[in-house]
């Protein structure tokens, strides 16, 4: 009898119709699988028809010599080549030496701007941190610029840059006496200082953001202990707040050098369709290389190679943080 049993039950199981195919998948899981990818279609066809697609026109115009006279149907330009590239990076030749300095001065421009909006960001973010009374409303105070539209928080320091009534001249020079003249802060060499103020301005909360909720995940039992140990404040800032904020501050560096290198609004705002040459940003340049000159060839092609760079930069700032990451202990 029990000898038999075992052999008995095998051959129930090869007779039965659902032994050979196994367990089937029921269409309800199928559809499971298939509910993310098709809530995600509409987020990638609007970022196809959004993005990619111009971007794919902008790389074709780069290698036509599309000119104002080939607008209406820019797809009979000429086709040129490398040469709207070759005319870029040629840095001996006028169109190349002024999008060389472009480039420098926006490079220094950028770092000035994400060295500045990180660090004042960070302090404030560590101040807010201790309860005191008011600091919700000083939260609130704080995030003002970045709450604010772009045009009409650099339309009000346009008019605060003023040379004759503006406010800046007035406290600097009126009040204060600091100058010896007032200032003329949109033209000239002051053009730069007056862009990197505005930039700040309206970066700087967007860090403070950002920094202020990394640290709620920061356990107060470790700066407790520190306490205990002796160590002050600054100690604490270097020993724990920045290490444990390290993941939070390489993603808002990134977001923040990506967003300044390409600001378009500020500068254009502040000083029209032609900047001046000490605040020439590579935005602007492209933009008057394009639309100022009716040159979109060229405009496109310098389109690409800023696109080229900040990919690089890119790679380059997440491979070195990546490999920060894994040889941290």
């Known amino acids: 009898m029990t000898a038999t049993a075992p052999a008995a039950e095998a051959t129930v199981r090869k007779s039965s119709p659902g032994a050979a195919r196994g367990p089937r998948r029921r269409p309800g899981r199928i559809r499971r699988i298939g ?19 111009p971007m794919v026109i902008g790389i074709v115009m780069s290698f036509k010599e599309l000119t104002q006279f080939y607008i209406r ?20 030749a006028p169109v190349g030496e002024s999008l060389l300095h472009s480039f420098l001065v926006t490079i220094a421009f950028t770092l000035l701007s994400v060295g ?18 008011g ?10 610029p970045y709450a604010l539209p772009v045009y009409a928080a650099v339309i009000t320091w346009v008019f605060m840059f003023q040379h004759d009534n503006g406010l800046v001249n007035h406290v600097l020079h009126d ?16 053009s730069f200082i007056a862009l990197l103020i505005v930039s700040v301005w309206k970066g700087w909360p967007f860090a403070f953001l950002i920094v202020m909720a990394g640290l709620q995940n920061i356990p107060r039992e470790l700066y407790e202990a520190a306490a205990l140990d002796g160590a002050g404040m600054l100690q604490q800032i270097r020993r724990i707040t920045l290490p444990s904020l390290r993941p939070v501050n390489q993603v808002l560096v990134l977001v923040l050098f990506l967003w300044t290198f390409n600001d ?5 705002v502040m000083f029209g369709k032609t900047a001046p040459e000490a605040a020439d940003l590579i935005s602007v340049h492209i933009y008057q290389a394009s639309f100022v000159t009716w040159n979109f060839g060229t405009g496109a092609a310098m389109s690409v190679l800023l696109l080229l760079f900040l990919l690089v930069v890119t790679g380059v700032y997440l491979a070195l943080t990546s490999r920060g990451r894994r040889t941290a202990p």
Not at 116 to 133: H, S, Y
């Open 35 to 53: 509910l993310p990818y098709l809530l995600l279609l509409p987020a990638l066809l609007l970022e196809l028809l959004v993005h990619l697609v």
């Open 73 to 92: 149907d820019w797809g009979t330009a000429p086709w040129a080549g490398f040469d709207n590239y070759s005319v870029s990076v040629d840095f001996d």
């Open 116 to 133: 500045l909006c990180w660090l004042i960001g960070t302090a404030a973010a560590v101040f807010m941190q201790d309860t005191f009374r």
């Open 135 to 144: 600091r919700g409303l000083l939260r609130a105070l704080f995030l003002v």
């Open 175 to 190: 009040q204060l006496g600091i100058t010896d003249k007032p200032s003329f802060w949109l033209i000239g060499d002051n």
């Open 264 to 268: 378009f609004n500020t500068p254009y």
